[in-house]
């Protein structure tokens, strides 16, 4: 934070035009304000802004330099007399909501406004501007003749300022044959922005920087701490606190210089990368009665990789427990170092889809299913699936598999049993497709889908066996002849085939 003063020293007198900076002949009253490039010849002369004023007329004082942007920082208005023979005191405004009905009274700009001007209204008036010097950046921009305008009118003047003035900070550095100059160092140009057509906008930020020339010559002459200063410090940003702290005259004169930023055309635009796939590696479906835990890992990651995880649309953060339940704030859902998740416990609450990626890619997607414990304990609505195993065409399991859900209850080594992944299964223990003597089949219940979600009847191996299974998802849904592919089909389609080729 730094404290900014504007200083006026009020005179009753008859009205001298000489003296007045700004004039706005568009309202009532006459606006007062100090020119930021004014010549500074010495402290003394340059301490406050002289204002003759006649008594009954009105003044208005700004808390700005001449044709600054308004400002919106808090700013207070004092008051203290001539001779400065007593502390400066807050300005006293009128409180009316009617503004005409006050003497005095600030604008929307702050500005000091003084109505029917009386003797005793003389003295000194000053106004405190709070400013954020750090954090906030103050910049102007545009093209290189823009640049060239705001040369002339920041970095050109103060180093004018610097060149002539007598004010005795400045006058001694000058004297020990150091000068001093403002000027713009830039900064690498940003890429190619806002492309339309293979052409786009590049920046460059000219920052402010105090650039000092030393005449060796007088310098030598010299064991002034100032010399020793400035050959160590050959360029110093212009808001820099070492500056404000050895130099308050030249920091002051440099410190609020808003940076510059150069724009130029440029037609270099970076190509952008379309993303041909956007869907997931790996695709895995659980489905968990209420209360169990569960642990998944996701693929392909190491110590090196980025994980993160989300649920639905909520990011699941490291090390942060959350909980998906609005009555119950105990955490279920917890994300580790490692990039592990972890459920816990869970609910209807905790079911939905959850998603990991790996450096911003997209690994994972899982869909958790919870059956709650009062379905669980109904077992109508739990998808089931046939239980039995048989060998022979006199086994009961063998296909065509033709009974019902009441068929199966009166069938002796045929039951029907809960499944709670949903997934049924048909194994058929031979070679071939053809119903050789003796093959045994077995339908059964899966703890687990395949990890692709897709049900399919393919060769595989069991139990170091060469057989045929069948998966499928549904309530008894390996009961059903889909699963079998019959002789007669397979000839059709062979059939097919031929004549298309042929």
């Known amino acids: 934070m730094i404290q900014i003063n504007f200083v006026w020293l009020l005179a009753i007198s008859s009205v001298n035009t000489d003296d007045i900076v700004s004039i706005d002949q568009s309202v009532a009253f006459i606006k007062y304000c100090r020119n930021k490039d004014r010549l500074v010849t010495s402290e003394e002369n340059d301490e406050y802004l002289l204002i003759s004023a006649e008594i009954d007329t009105i003044i208005a004082m700004e808390c700005r330099f001449c044709n600054d942007k308004e400002e919106r920082q808090s700013k207070i208005w004092y008051y203290q007399d001539r001779f400065k023979e007593t502390p400066e005191k807050e300005i006293e405004l009128g409180m009316d909501n009617n503004v005409s009905f006050n003497r005095i009274y600030t604008t929307s700009d702050l500005s000091l406004v003084i109505k029917e001007i009386a003797v005793t209204d003389a003295g000194i008036y000053l106004c405190h501007a709070i400013f954020k010097e750090h954090g906030v950046l103050y910049t102007e921009q545009g093209n290189i003749t823009d640049w060239e305008k705001y040369r002339e009118i920041y970095l050109a003047s103060i180093t004018t300022?610097?060149?002539?003035?007598?004010?005795?900070?400045?006058?001694?550095?000058?004297?020990?044959?150091?000068?001093?100059?403002?000027?713009?160092?830039?900064?690498?140009?940003?890429?190619?922005?806002?492309?339309?057509?293979?052409?786009?906008?590049?920046?460059?930020?000219?920052?402010?920087?105090?650039?000092?020339q030393i005449n060796m010559t007088i310098a030598n002459k010299s064991d002034s701490s100032i010399v020793k200063f400035f050959q160590k410090s050959p360029s110093l940003p212009c808001k820099a606190i070492l500056l404000e702290e050895k130099f308050?005259?030249?920091?002051?004169?440099?410190?609020?210089?808003?940076?510059?930023?150069?724009?130029?055309?440029?037609?270099?635009?970076?190509?952008?990368?379309?993303?041909?796939?956007?869907?997931?590696?790996?695709?895995?479906?659980?489905?968990?009665?209420?209360?169990?835990?569960?642990?998944?890992?996701?693929?392909?990651?190491?110590?090196?990789?980025?994980?993160?995880?989300?649920?639905?649309?909520?990011?699941?953060?490291?090390?942060?427990?959350?909980?998906?339940?609005?009555?119950?704030?105990?955490?279920?859902?917890?994300?580790?170092?490692?990039?592990?998740?972890?459920?816990?416990?869970?609910?209807?609450?905790?079911?939905?889809?959850?998603?990991?990626?790996?450096?911003?890619?997209?690994?994972m997607?899982?869909?958790?299913?919870?059956?709650?414990?009062?379905?669980?304990?109904?077992?109508?609505?739990?998808?089931?699936?046939?239980?039995?195993?048989?060998?022979?065409?006199?086994?009961?399991?063998?296909?065509?598999?033709?009974?019902?859900?009441?068929?199966?209850?009166?069938?002796?080594?045929?039951?029907?049993?809960?499944?709670?992944?949903?997934?049924?299964?048909?194994?058929?223990?031979?070679?071939?497709?053809?119903?050789?003597?003796?093959?045994?089949?077995?339908?059964?219940?899966?703890?687990r889908g395949p990890d692709d979600g897709e049900e399919r009847c393919a060769f595989t191996v069991w139990n170091y066996k060469k057989v045929y299974m069948c998966l499928c998802f549904g309530d008894l849904c390996n009961g059903t002849t889909k699963l079998s592919i019959s002789n007669g089909l397979i000839f059709t389609m062979l059939c097919i085939l031929f004549r298309w080729f042929v």
């Open 161 to 212: 300022r610097f060149a002539v003035s007598q004010m005795f900070e400045l006058a001694e550095i000058r004297e020990v044959g150091v000068t001093l100059q403002v000027i713009s160092e830039w900064a690498p140009w940003s890429p190619c922005e806002h492309c339309v057509r293979n052409r786009g906008i590049k920046r460059s930020v000219g920052n402010c920087r105090l650039k000092r």
């Open 248 to 363: 308050p005259a030249v920091s002051s004169a440099v410190r609020r210089l808003p940076e510059f930023i150069l724009k130029e055309v440029c037609k270099k635009c970076p190509r952008v990368k379309k993303i041909k796939d956007r869907k997931f590696k790996y695709i895995k479906r659980f489905v968990l009665a209420e209360g169990a835990y569960l642990t998944i890992v996701c693929p392909e990651s190491t110590m090196d990789t980025k994980v993160s995880w989300k649920k639905d649309s909520i990011t699941l953060e490291r090390g942060v427990r959350q909980s998906f339940r609005k009555l119950d704030s105990e955490a279920r859902a917890i994300v580790d170092a490692f990039g592990t998740l972890y459920l816990i416990d869970v609910s209807t609450h905790e079911e939905g889809n959850y998603t990991c990626y790996i450096n911003n890619v997209n690994m």
């Open 365 to 447: 997607q899982v869909k958790v299913v919870v059956i709650p414990k009062t379905r669980l304990l109904t077992q109508g609505l739990l998808r089931r699936c046939v239980n039995c195993r048989s060998r022979g065409d006199l086994g009961s399991c063998k296909d065509p598999f033709t009974m019902n859900s009441t068929a199966i209850e009166m069938e002796k080594g045929v039951d029907a049993v809960p499944c709670a992944s949903g997934w049924c299964g048909k194994i058929i223990e031979r070679q071939g497709l053809n119903n050789e003597y003796g093959i045994a089949t077995q339908r059964l219940c899966f703890q």
